[in-house]
């Protein structure tokens, strides 16, 4: 029986496709085991979203080298995708898949030999035209399942549609299918993943249905107790969606909502399908129903013919915003992309000291956020995540907490009293209820 290990960079996505893959080899046969436990083996399913993400792919291919130099490394995902003759001059490595290739990497690489040549299976991204189904299984708590995958959407800074393809997706037949599977196993929460989650619908190039659809169905699911949306674009974050969260039986009041910039000139010259207002409005909507929801933003800094006074714009348009948290990108010039040739690029160490104040900023709003929360009551998930004898969950509206460790309440659901928050930035909490809430 061979050993095959897996290794994931990036997004849940990933996740979930890598996690579907390595079920695909068990079914072969095939041993999965940890990185580090000599594997026959190696798959690494790369990002490139970032430069560093490339950097990454490089090191993690020496370190399996180093560990089984006999093994056979195949490399797949986004920079497999989007490089695939640049990859395979990388030493060490046996085999390359593109996007139209990667879930038939066992039917490909039959067998797993090592040839003196590297094998390039990497066809036009236009080939990445069919929707496979994927789900991740990495804990008890939560799954990543993909209901989207590609983009139709053309943001100057952005590599995935050459990476990924069109716009496509499953069925909502599929995906109630697929829920309903996860269910019989010990999984509380799902979080619906994609691409571009909020453009669901779309199959073999025609859009027949909507997410606000899947939503509603996905709501009717027994067995499962939550379900998170991942992110999503504001132009497509309707009030029909944000309504139907506020009644939900299942659906948790999360929001991960992509802004990118604070300013229009910015959001212009990236292609972005919204200007700010747009956005001011969607967070406006969330908080006059759901006042305690999360709500978490993406933001890229160093964009070009970003000045600083643009760059103080965005911070105080995010510094004035009733939001949860901030993820932070650096922009990093990507090849093929519009942005890349624009000019008024940023130096490195001005993108530096613009990340490092919204990275300030964030730790900030999620203090203020928990702090507005102490008091309340909230249903903690908690996970087998134990340190120094305490175990942390989240919260419905995604707040992280900690509590002494009791094995019984790992993957339960508990009700539970926001207190305080340590000196970590976690929210320490009291008992409401002596018994954990059942399926």
């Known amino acids: 029986m061979k050993k095959v290990a897996f290794y994931t960079l990036g997004c849940k996505l990933n996740y979930s496709e890598t996690s579907t893959i390595s079920r695909m080899f068990e079914e072969k046969g095939y041993k999965k085991v940890d990185f580090t436990d000599t594997p026959d083996i190696f798959i690494i399913n790369t990002c490139s979203v970032t430069e560093n993400a490339d950097k990454k792919c490089h090191k993690i291919v020496r370190e399996a080298r180093g560990i089984s130099p006999e093994a056979y490394v195949a490399i797949i995902g986004c920079y497999a995708q989007l490089k ?33 040549q590297t094998e390039v ?28 995958d590609g983009c139709d959407y053309s943001c100057t800074f952005c590599t995935i549609p050459l990476a990924r393809g069109s716009s496509r997706s499953d069925s909502i037949q599929n995906i109630l299918k697929t829920a309903h599977e996860i269910a019989k196993t010990e999984v509380r929460e799902i979080v619906l993943t994609g691409v571009n989650t909020g453009d669901f619908g779309i199959q073999n190039g025609t859009r027949i249905e909507r997410f606000v659809d899947l939503v509603k169905a996905l709501d009717n699911v027994d067995g499962i107790d939550r379900f998170r949306i991942s992110s999503i674009e504001p132009n497509l974050l309707t009030d029909e969606i944000i309504e139907f969260v506020t009644t939900s039986k299942r659906f948790v009041p999360h929001f991960h909502i992509p802004l990118q910039s604070g300013s229009n000139k910015i959001l212009k010259l990236m ?14 909507k969330i908080k006059s129903l759901m006042p305690h929801a999360c709500i978490g933003v993406d933001v890229i800094v160093g964009f070009p013919g970003e000045t600083q006074d643009d760059f103080l714009e965005t911070y105080q348009f995010l510094n004035e ?80 907490v900690t509590a002494k460790y009791d094995p019984i309440l790992i993957n339960e659901l508990k009700r539970v009293k926001l207190i305080a928050i340590n000196n970590l930035g976690l929210v320490e909490v009291e008992d409401t209820f002596s018994e954990v809430l059942a399926h």
Do not use: C, W
């Open 84 to 116: 695939p003759q640049e990859i395979s001059e990388i030493p060490g490595i046996d085999a390359v898949l593109g996007a139209a290739e990667k879930f038939r990497l066992v039917e490909l690489l039959d067998g797993f030999v090592r040839k003196p």
């Open 121 to 148: 299976f990497a066809s036009d991204v236009e080939q990445a035209n069919t929707f496979n189904t994927s789900y991740s299984i990495n804990d008890r708590t939560r799954t990543f399942l993909k209901v989207q």
């Open 271 to 284: 292609r972005r399908r919204y200007l700010r207002e747009l956005y001011t409005d969607r967070v406006a």
């Open 321 to 400: 915003l009733d939001i949860s948290y901030l993820h932070v990108f650096t922009y990093s010039e990507r090849e093929n992309t519009p942005a890349a040739i624009m000019p008024g690029s940023v130096p490195g160490n001005q993108r530096a000291d613009r990340s490092k104040m919204l990275h300030i900023l964030s730790d900030k709003k999620r203090r203020k956020f928990y702090e507005d929360n102490l008091g309340r009551e909230s249903t903690v998930l908690f996970e087998n995540d134990v340190e120094n004898g305490m175990m942390h969950g989240f919260t419905e509206n995604y707040i992280r």
